[in-house]
């Protein structure tokens, strides 16, 4: 892999399908004519599938047709709507559910075989032994390795149906034998909160990276221990964080809010207006909020800012959020597809509304990120362009924006430098994790005296280790000098290891050391007390 000295940019969007209508002028006879009675708009497009069914002069695959068509009609309402093959429908219904029927590994194909990273905790892997460096080389007699290795093969392999069994035939390295395992398949749980730990004694923090079906249970469970530890502060970390499901976030915003307090308006086609209102007492009503977000925080993870915001509970600390505030809901099209299909737009308590315009079009409207950059609003609060005529007032007299996103109460500008946008792209893109794997893999025994709490404290990525990263990245072939950013790239690597040892809690906590939202916290709490 080699960087040249372009700029590599992370680019925000929302990944929408694209399509064009199909149309043509058709001259049939009146034998064709005759088939259809009907001249309703719904029929139109049904005569014309037919059509094409029926008297098109090659075979065409008229499922792809419809695909397109569909699409097409989606794309011309606004960017949110959206079509949801058969085909993918499982994994997007997994990922919003928040849990799968399956195993419970976390892997890597390496070397065409499937290396387990970690097990899930509780899960039918952890319980039978499985250990992370692991190879699943057989499934039920059916090889999992070389031409057989396929990703979606593995996974259709190893997920099945609640409670069904499963034999594997695993490798381990490490003692040099094949160990034969029988498991029963479990709900397992896909983790919508990344983290939650005490940043000190005063201040806790917990980190949500959507808004699932589960992410209210995960959240509670991660909340009530920090609430009894005697927390008087705590981190809402929304930054990346693309929403989800809107009941999640408002039974979030029940535990920070009291009881029968506004949070959420929504407007229908008809013009109906349902205020949404805090049902419970909650478990933090009395503890001070920060609330993290940036230019990806969206939806979802809005209505809790802009809730918040409005009602003057806590500080939102970082850049403009997203702006997406439109309502969607699933609906089934009969044939295992489904349609996503805004329903309504929301409005924050105060009543203004946080959608970005999209009357440009789809390419203007996931090009915003590019166009923040371009105008400097990533890096100067001052850059950001607000309209007065959409300026609100919460209760207590703060002012507050609608149009494009939630402005944050404390600006956080990005750091842009090429050298740090280049190892987040390490860090993300997965070269890192392969890295670490390989470098696990070697000789995991080399961490076997270390607890989580020791390796945070103590241990210290070698400048060897560093030095062979770059190696690895080919990041000495760069035009760039990584001297300077040794010790962020040696961090990372670090927080790298330890989420394939101990999970998402301590690679978080090493990820947010010295993060600058999280010392703007630490400044404003020590001025609070």
């Known amino acids: 892999m080699k960087f040249s000295s372009k700029y590599i940019p992370l680019l925000i969007g929302v990944a929408v399908a694209a399509g064009v209508f199909i149309g043509s002028k058709l001259n049939f006879g009146d034998s064709t004519e005759k088939i259809f009675a009907t001249n309703s708009k719904k029929d139109k497009l ?76 509780g899960g039918p892997a952890e319980k039978v032994g499985i250990k992370p460096g692991d190879r699943i080389l057989y499934v039920n007699d059916k090889p999992l390795f070389g031409d057989f290795g396929k990703r979606d093969l593995i996974t259709a392999s190893l997920r099945g149906k609640l409670n069904s069994k499963v034999e594997l035939k695993v490798f381990r390295r490490s003692e040099q034998k094949i160990i034969d395992f029988k498991l029963t398949r479990k709900e397992v749980a896909l983790k919508s909160v990344d983290a939650g730990y005490k940043i000190n004694e005063n201040i806790g923090y917990i980190k949500v990276n959507r808004f699932a079906e589960t992410t209210y249970d995960e959240f509670e469970e991660t909340l009530k221990p920090l609430v009894k530890s005697g927390i008087q502060s705590l981190v809402l970390d929304l930054r990346d964080n693309p929403g989800g499901y809107v009941f999640a976030a408002e039974r979030m915003l029940d535990d920070f809010l009291e009881k029968g307090t506004l949070i959420l308006k929504t407007k229908n086609k008809s013009g109906v207006i349902e205020d949404t209102y805090t049902k419970r007492n909650g478990l933090f009503e009395d503890g001070k909020i920060y609330i993290l977000v940036n230019e990806n925080s969206a939806s979802a993870s809005e209505i809790v800012a802009g809730a918040l915001q409005d009602n003057d509970k806590g500080v939102v600390i970082g850049r403009r959020t997203y702006g997406k505030g439109l309502v969607q809901r699933e609906m089934s099209l009969g044939d295992g597809s489904a349609v996503r299909l805004t329903v309504a737009r929301y409005y924050t308590p105060t009543g203004r509304s946080i959608q970005r315009p999209y009357v440009n079009g789809d390419r203007s409207y996931f090009r915003d990120y590019q166009q923040r950059y371009k105008n400097g609003e990533l890096v100067s609060l001052d850059s950001i362009q607000v309209n007065d005529s959409l300026q609100y007032q919460t209760p207590n007299g703060k002012i507050v924006y609608g149009g494009g996103g939630i402005l944050p109460d404390v600006f956080i500008p990005k750091d842009l430098s090429e050298e740090n946008e280049i190892i987040n792209y390490l860090s993300q893109s997965g070269l890192m994790n392969y890295f670490v794997f390989e470098q696990l893999d070697k000789n995991r025994s080399l961490f076997d005296t270390f607890d989580a709490e020791m390796f945070y404290e103590e241990f210290e990525v070698s400048q060897s280790l560093f030095n062979e990263f770059i190696n690895y990245a080919r990041l000495g072939e760069s035009e760039f000098e990584f001297s300077g950013y040794e010790k962020l ?34 400044d404003i709490d020590n001025l609070e007390e």
Do not use: C, W
């Not at 997007?92 to 970690?118: L, P, W």
């Not at 790239?489 to 809690?505: E, P, R, V």
């Open 46 to 121: 049904n005569r014309l599938i037919d059509y094409i069914d029926f008297e098109y002069v090659d075979q065409i695959n008229t499922d792809s047709i419809v695909d397109v068509t569909v699409n097409g009609i989606l794309k011309n309402l606004d960017p949110h709507s959206v079509y949801i093959p058969g085909s993918e429908y499982e994994s997007v219904a997994e990922d919003m559910r928040g849990k799968f029927v399956g195993i419970g590994v976390s892997f890597y194909i390496y070397e065409d075989t499937v290396s387990v990273i970690s097990t899930i905790d």
């Open 489 to 522: 790239m040696k961090k990372h690597l670090k927080a790298t290891i330890a989420q394939q040892l101990f999970g998402g809690d301590y690679y978080q906590k090493i990820i947010n050391q010295n993060d600058p939202m999280i010392e703007k916290v630490l």
